[in-house]
């Protein structure tokens, strides 16, 4: 199966699957970051992006820089960001938010760019309750299970080699 026809189909199901878990509960557990994360499992499931542990510290470390800077900027109990209007308490939440994240996940050495969109839901105040919090990272759990499940019985491993010894197959 061709890398485009695989990786469209398994993101599409693999959220889905999210969706279905968020009707079921009635949670959020649809967001834009899951998007580029199945995309990047998907389509290009050898590069370090792509591993579970830094798709999962990655999302993580988003939603922590994300709720840190809206308590720096005292926005926690303010209503988001697209019911209020940009203001500078936003854009400086924003900012550090994705500062933030993206230097603690280089020095870590654990490169995830699909947490950037994760930081900015939080740090936007899109998703901000302590509830919802759990929820995304309870999401992003099970998408990386899915996806990465789905890649392993396709015989490749997100985390830099193929699972079979032999000549590397093009995905």
Same mark, same amino acid.
């Given at each position: ?48 992006? &792509? ?43 924003? &900012?550090? &938010? ?74």
């Amino acid at each position: 199966m061709r890398t485009g026809t695989y990786a469209g189909l398994v993101s599409a199901i693999v959220l889905a699957c999210a969706g279905v878990v968020g009707l079921v509960l009635h949670q959020p557990w649809l967001f834009p970051s899951l998007g580029p994360t199945l995309m990047v499992m998907t389509e290009t499931p050898r590069q370090p992006a &792509a591993r579970p542990r830094n798709v999962i510290v990655g999302h993580a470390v988003g939603v922590a820089a994300g709720y840190l800077a809206l308590v720096v900027t005292g926005l926690t109990g303010a209503p988001p960001v697209i019911r209020t209007g940009v203001n500078w308490q936003f854009v400086l939440a924003a &900012a550090l &938010a994705l500062g933030l994240t993206s230097f603690v996940l280089q020095a870590i050495d654990m490169p995830h760019p699909p947490a950037g969109a994760t930081t900015l839901i939080v740090g936007l105040g899109l998703l901000n309750k302590p509830g919802e919090l759990g929820v995304i990272l309870l999401a992003v759990v099970l998408v990386t299970a899915g996806a990465s499940a789905v890649n392993r019985l396709r015989g490749v491993r997100n985390q830099g080699e193929p699972v079979e010894q032999g000549p590397r197959q093009r995905p």
